[in-house]
Structures are given as structure tokens and as C-alpha cells.
């Protein structure tokens, strides 16, 4: 049943809900087990951002706009721009390795989209540590909770989530920093929802990365439209709104969700978030983690395998959408490269993913060996939204079977990386921008890193920024003395 007041008209309980949380959550509400995670997962979102920052993809958007100007900090270079730019060049940095951390109940990745939104805005307001790591908690919270509504008929549909509900979350992130008004804030979330689009069909190009730029982009956008009086529909969350265009929902199927759902009550982060340990799609993860296992408990070559059969639930396999790839970016979403990449290699690493690696015969050669299916879901499995275990098979020449249900990636809330681990991941990332080996570039990796677990006491979050690129370029001159 709809809700309706006493003159007839829909009550906006859930828009009213999300605006409430976006303009009276303060960071001294933030639990301090939330405040810590987001602190790793800014620094994780800045770091794979970096690694990404000389792809092709990102540096094609630089060059479009690089010659513009303004006070917003590029995350891999010294060179500033205006707000809306850089989100847009970092957002495509920060997705385009695919190694940003995924919140897999709802099938996004939220760092990246709000994170990229906020950091530009943050540096023009001047707006200290604090401000930002709740600018960021309010943001992915928004996200998921509107992904929970949509559900994952949303996902099924072929829309690319990120992008969708990143636009939606970035608004409401940068209406915090902003310090808009109820009335402003309304109107800034429903003007981004009608900027949210992308498509699943551009999975393993160019473009799946700009979704997140111009997710990023569209919410400081909406924002700033709204902060100037432009108006948009506050029922955009009812009847025939953003639920229903996105995942086909009408008004009586979302409003039970819609009135379940407490924004910060707790935080989904805490439950939901899963840190990438391969640069790679997060459907592969499970796969790559059930192959090096196999491999390593059977000490398995390559050349004594005859066929590898993986199996997964049918959301597990949406984003894997290419069975042949014949580029980096293609292997990123294909079960069948990255199991083979990790048996041949032992590893899937950054340089997985170079165009020659995917091409190499032995790879191309063995495609054919490794078949997907899916795995029969009951109506409850589906109901509840429960996560199955994948199943890796390999079955070897001589007539051995070897079998691993993998139900957890490594990263995910249930298996997290170590504090070594996170670290570590930075290292590799900042020394991949700096075209050197990790040892060379540990120990001032380091200190950024422990810089940055204390964004929290930065008065300016854009210091911790700056102090990046500073230090990067001291080091940087070191070397080409």
C-alpha cells in the first residue's frame, strides 16, 4: 500500500529519511570502528587510483581537460582543475584497473564514486580529515541503502550499479560538505538521480571506468545546481520514479524495503565491504582464490590439466562477460583468463592484466579447457539474497579430480586482508605509478601511508593530498639527479 497523507497526496518518507541523515549526521556519531575502515578504504581508493593513473583510458580524459584550470587536485599529478574535472578524472582512475573495493550485496563499488565527488569539493571548502571521513561515510551509506531497495533485479537489468547509485550517493556526500538545507538537499539528490546511467554492455572497455567519473561529476553537479535554488521532484524515490525506471518496481513493491531501511542504523559498511586483493573484477575472486589453493595443494602444472569446470550462482556470473578476451581490460571480467593466469602463473598481479599477458598462447591455446555453469539457486536462496559458494573442478590427464568450494574472497568482511596486507597493496600501487620496483619505493610509500591514517587530525584534508604528490616528486627528482 502506498503511504498518503490526510490531503491524498504520497508521503516522501524515504526521501525525508535519506535527507534527515545527510544534513544531522555528525562525525562524533561515527563509531570509531567505522571512522578507522574508512580511513584504510580512502587510502586503498587513492592508492589503486594512482596505479591506474597512467592507463591509457585515464589519460585520454586528461587530455580533454588538462588545459583547464581551478583549485582541485588531480590524485596523480600536481596540476589543479575545477571541482567537477577532477572528479571526473580521478572517478576514472580510481575504477579503471578494476581493484577498488566492492560492496558485493548490492554488486557496486562505493569508494570510488564518492570518494572521487568528495575530495575536489572537499578542497575548495577547505574542509578538515573529519569532515571528509563523514562526507564518505554518508555517501556509500546512501548508496547501498538505495542499491537494497532496487535490488537485484537493478543488476539483472544490465545497469552498471556504480555508476547508478554512485551518482545518487555523491550527491549526497557533497550535500553534506556543502551544508545544504533540507530543501536544497532534496533537490540535489533528485536531480542527480535523473544524471544516473551505465551500462553493463561497456564492461571490459574504456567506459566502464568514466562511469564512475561521471557519477562523481553529476553529484558535485547536482549539488551545485541545488545550492543555486534548480528544483527537482522530491517523490522521485515513489510512484513511478527512480525505483520503477531502474529495476521495473512499482510504488507497492518497494515502499515495505524503503520503510525498513535506517540510514546508519548500523552502517552497511561494516558488514559489507570487501578490499580487492586482485586487480580484477570481484565475481573472479573466489575463482582465483579456489585455483591457487588447488594448485598449491596438488602442486598442479599447467600441462597435466585436461579441463577446469567453475560453477557459480547467476549474479556471481553477470559481470563476466568475456569467455575469449583478447585485451587486459577484457581478461578483468572473465573467469576462464584469470583461473588460467593464476595456474600457469601462481598469481594474478597488476601486470595480469597487459594486453601480451592475455595474448599469450598458452593462454589463448587452453580457453576452450575451461567451461562456466551456473549453479541451480532455490526460491529462498534468491529470496534472501544468499551467497553460494563457487566450486572449482580440475581435472587432470591421468584421470585425477581435484574440487575447492570457495564461499568467501580473500578482502571480503568475512576474510579481510591484515593491516600488513592493506599496506602492502599501497606499496604495490604507488610504486606501479612510479614505474619502480616496491623496494626502491617502500619506505616513502610508508610514511604516506601512516600520513594517512591520520587524515583524521588534518585541519585540511587536501594537505594529506598534496603531501602525495609532494613527496612522490621529491623522490622523483632524486632519481633523474
Given at each position: 500500500m502506498k503511504s498518503v497523507n490526510q490531503n491524498g497526496e504520497i508521503n516522501n518518507d524515504f526521501m525525508n529519511k535519506l535527507v534527515a541523515f545527510i544534513t544531522e549526521t555528525t562525525y562524533e556519531q561515527l563509531p570509531q570502528?567505522?571512522?578507522d575502515l574508512s580511513k584504510k578504504a580512502i587510502i586503498d581508493t587513492i592508492g589503486v587510483s594512482l596505479a591506474g593513473w597512467h592507463e591509457p583510458a585515464v589519460e585520454s580524459v586528461k587530455n580533454i581537460y588538462h588545459h583547464q584550470a581551478g583549485v582541485s587536485s588531480l590524485w596523480g599529478e600536481a596540476h589543479l582543475l575545477d571541482a567537477e574535472r577532477a572528479a571526473l578524472?580521478?572517478?576514472?582512475?580510481?575504477?579503471?584497473?578494476?581493484?577498488?573495493?566492492?560492496?558485493?550485496?548490492?554488486?557496486?563499488?562505493?569508494?570510488?564514486?564518492?570518494?572521487?565527488?568528495?575530495?575536489?569539493?572537499?578542497?575548495?571548502?577547505?574542509s578538515s580529515g573529519q569532515v571528509v571521513i563523514t562526507a564518505y561515510a554518508i555517501g556509500t551509506e546512501v548508496m547501498?541503502?538505495?542499491?537494497?531497495?532496487?535490488?537485484?533485479?537493478?543488476?539483472?537489468?544490465?545497469?552498471?550499479?556504480?555508476s547508478t547509485l554512485g551518482a545518487v550517493g555523491a550527491a549526497a556526500a557533497c550535500a553534506y560538505l556543502q551544508r545544504l538545507n533540507t530543501e536544497?538537499?532534496?533537490?540535489?539528490?533528485?536531480?542527480?538521480?535523473?544524471?544516473a546511467g551505465g551500462l553493463q554492455k561497456n564492461f571490459g572497455s574504456m567506459t566502464k571506468p568514466l562511469h564512475v567519473g561521471l557519477a562523481a561529476a553529476g553529484g558535485?553537479?547536482?549539488?551545485?545546481?541545488?545550492?543555486?535554488?534548480?528544483?527537482?521532484?522530491?517523490?522521485?524515490?515513489?510512484s513511478r520514479g527512480f525505483f520503477l525506471a531502474f529495476s521495473g518496481l512499482d510504488e507497492d513493491a518497494t515502499q515495505s524495503v524503503k520503510e525498513s531501511i535506517a540510514f546508519g542504523s548500523p552502517y552497511d559498511l561494516l558488514t559489507?565491504?570487501?578490499?580487492?586483493?586482485?586487480?580484477?573484477?570481484?565475481?573472479?575472486h573466489r575463482f582465483i582464490q579456489g585455483a591457487l589453493l588447488l594448485k598449491e595443494e596438488h602442486q598442479l602444472h599447467i600441462d597435466m590439466i585436461d579441463e577446469i569446470v567453475l560453477r557459480a550462482q547467476p549474479r556471481s556470473l553477470l559481470p563476466l562477460v568475456h569467455s575469449r578476451p583478447v585485451t587486459g581490460l577484457q581478461g578483468k571480467f572473465s573467469a576462464e583468463y584469470t583461473v588460467l593466469a593464476a595456474l600457469i602463473d601462481g598469481h594474478v598481479r597488476l601486470s595480469s592484466f597487459e594486453d601480451a599477458q592475455v595474448q599469450r598462447a598458452d593462454i589463448q591455446n587452453r580457453l576452450p579447457q575451461v567451461h562456466v555453469f551456473k549453479i541451480d539457486e532455490t526460491e529462498e536462496d534468491k529470496r534472501l539474497n544468499r551467497r553460494l559458494p563457487i566450486e572449482i573442478q580440475i581435472k587432470t590427464k591421468d584421470g585425477q579430480v581435484y574440487e575447492k568450494a570457495v564461499l568467501h574472497a580473500p578482502g571480503s568482511i568475512e576474510t579481510p586482508l591484515?593491516?600488513?596486507?592493506?599496506?602492502e597493496k599501497w606499496v604495490i600501487c604507488v610504486s606501479h605509478y612510479m614505474q619502480v620496483e616496491t623496494s626502491v619505493i617502500e619506505s616513502v610509500a610508508n610514511e604516506l601511508y601512516d600520513n594517512g591514517l591520520q587524515m583524521d587530525k588534518y585541519t585540511c584534508f587536501g594537505e594529506w593530498l598534496k603531501e602525495i604528490q609532494k613527496q612522490l616528486n621529491i623522490y622523483q627528482s632524486k632519481q633523474t639527479v
Amino acid at each position: 500500500m502506498k503511504s498518503v497523507n490526510q490531503n491524498g497526496e504520497i508521503n516522501n518518507d524515504f526521501m525525508n529519511k535519506l535527507v534527515a541523515f545527510i544534513t544531522e549526521t555528525t562525525y562524533e556519531q561515527l563509531p570509531q570502528q567505522l571512522v578507522d575502515l574508512s580511513k584504510k578504504a580512502i587510502i586503498d581508493t587513492i592508492g589503486v587510483s594512482l596505479a591506474g593513473w597512467h592507463e591509457p583510458a585515464v589519460e585520454s580524459v586528461k587530455n580533454i581537460y588538462h588545459h583547464q584550470a581551478g583549485v582541485s587536485s588531480l590524485w596523480g599529478e600536481a596540476h589543479l582543475l575545477d571541482a567537477e574535472r577532477a572528479a571526473l578524472i580521478n572517478g576514472t582512475a580510481s575504477h579503471v584497473l578494476d581493484y577498488d573495493d566492492a560492496s558485493p550485496g548490492v554488486i557496486i563499488h562505493p569508494s570510488a564514486p564518492i570518494l572521487a565527488a568528495i575530495t575536489p569539493l572537499a578542497e575548495q571548502l577547505n574542509s578538515s580529515g573529519q569532515v571528509v571521513i563523514t562526507a564518505y561515510a554518508i555517501g556509500t551509506e546512501v548508496m547501498v541503502r538505495v542499491g537494497q531497495v532496487m535490488g537485484i533485479k537493478h543488476y539483472n537489468a544490465g545497469w552498471h550499479a556504480t555508476s547508478t547509485l554512485g551518482a545518487v550517493g555523491a550527491a549526497a556526500a557533497c550535500a553534506y560538505l556543502q551544508r545544504l538545507n533540507t530543501e536544497q538537499c532534496t533537490n540535489a539528490i533528485s536531480i542527480a538521480a535523473s544524471m544516473a546511467g551505465g551500462l553493463q554492455k561497456n564492461f571490459g572497455s574504456m567506459t566502464k571506468p568514466l562511469h564512475v567519473g561521471l557519477a562523481a561529476a553529476g553529484g558535485i553537479q547536482a549539488v551545485q545546481l541545488a545550492e543555486q535554488g534548480f528544483t527537482g521532484n522530491s517523490q522521485i524515490f515513489d510512484s513511478r520514479g527512480f525505483f520503477l525506471a531502474f529495476s521495473g518496481l512499482d510504488e507497492d513493491a518497494t515502499q515495505s524495503v524503503k520503510e525498513s531501511i535506517a540510514f546508519g542504523s548500523p552502517y552497511d559498511l561494516l558488514t559489507g565491504l570487501s578490499v580487492k586483493k586482485f586487480p580484477c573484477c570481484f565475481g573472479t575472486h573466489r575463482f582465483i582464490q579456489g585455483a591457487l589453493l588447488l594448485k598449491e595443494e596438488h602442486q598442479l602444472h599447467i600441462d597435466m590439466i585436461d579441463e577446469i569446470v567453475l560453477r557459480a550462482q547467476p549474479r556471481s556470473l553477470l559481470p563476466l562477460v568475456h569467455s575469449r578476451p583478447v585485451t587486459g581490460l577484457q581478461g578483468k571480467f572473465s573467469a576462464e583468463y584469470t583461473v588460467l593466469a593464476a595456474l600457469i602463473d601462481g598469481h594474478v598481479r597488476l601486470s595480469s592484466f597487459e594486453d601480451a599477458q592475455v595474448q599469450r598462447a598458452d593462454i589463448q591455446n587452453r580457453l576452450p579447457q575451461v567451461h562456466v555453469f551456473k549453479i541451480d539457486e532455490t526460491e529462498e536462496d534468491k529470496r534472501l539474497n544468499r551467497r553460494l559458494p563457487i566450486e572449482i573442478q580440475i581435472k587432470t590427464k591421468d584421470g585425477q579430480v581435484y574440487e575447492k568450494a570457495v564461499l568467501h574472497a580473500p578482502g571480503s568482511i568475512e576474510t579481510p586482508l591484515s593491516e600488513q596486507e592493506h599496506r602492502e597493496k599501497w606499496v604495490i600501487c604507488v610504486s606501479h605509478y612510479m614505474q619502480v620496483e616496491t623496494s626502491v619505493i617502500e619506505s616513502v610509500a610508508n610514511e604516506l601511508y601512516d600520513n594517512g591514517l591520520q587524515m583524521d587530525k588534518y585541519t585540511c584534508f587536501g594537505e594529506w593530498l598534496k603531501e602525495i604528490q609532494k613527496q612522490l616528486n621529491i623522490y622523483q627528482s632524486k632519481q633523474t639527479v
